[in-house]
């Protein structure tokens, strides 16, 4: 069950943890649920625009680009769960 006591910053959302094998983990907080805000955020979903910033970042810092991102464009085969990693 996620935590919705203590909202965390978007910054906080999107910082990334250095997995052993060299790839990206972040968590998936509960405060950016697109479930009704009168219910636990496991009734809804993560917002799709989080996970794609996440993607979008990981891939930024992944390849080293510098260069301003002027499209992108994601495809969700499943949906993230919260409380657990999403791993780049």
Do not use: W
């Not at 950016?32 to 636990?40: A, E, I, Q, T, V």
Request: glycine share 12%; net charge negative; with cysteine.
């Amino acid at each position: 069950m996620a935590d919705t006591t203590h909202p965390i910053s978007l910054d906080a959302a999107l910082a990334f943890h250095t997995l052993d094998d060299g790839g990206l983990s972040a968590p998936v907080p509960g405060h950016f649920s697109n479930g009704p805000s009168g219910l636990p955020p496991e009734k809804g979903f993560p917002f799709g625009g989080l996970l794609a910033a996440l993607c979008a970042q990981a891939m930024r810092q992944g390849l080293s680009l510098t260069a301003p991102l002027r499209t992108l464009s994601v495809q969700y085969l499943s949906a993230a769960r919260f409380g657990e990693q999403v791993a780049f």
